[in-house]
């Protein structure tokens, strides 16, 4: 009787994961700013969070991240248009 070997998928590390939820200081990297800033935005409500844990973990949604770019280029590319 012939032994099937297990394969075992490599672990991706997170790097190459898609997060869907974001630390602050991730946020301040892919917008380009300090963790001042992204935590500015994120309490002044211009970037959505999520508080989880019992409020000690500060997230955003990585695709508020991404809206908030796609609606800065719409507006510029509306006030080169005009």
Request: charged letters at 30%.
């Amino acid at each position: 009787m012939s032994e099937l070997k297990k394969v075992q998928q490599p672990v991706p590390r997170p790097s190459e994961l898609q997060r869907i939820l974001l630390r602050p200081r991730d946020v301040a990297l892919m917008l380009g700013c300090s963790r001042s800033t992204a935590y500015a935005l994120i309490a002044s409500g211009v970037i959505p969070s999520v508080r989880l844990h019992g409020d000690r973990l500060l997230r955003v949604p990585r695709r508020a991240i991404e809206e908030l770019a796609e609606s800065a280029f719409a507006a510029r590319g509306r006030d080169e248009s005009q």
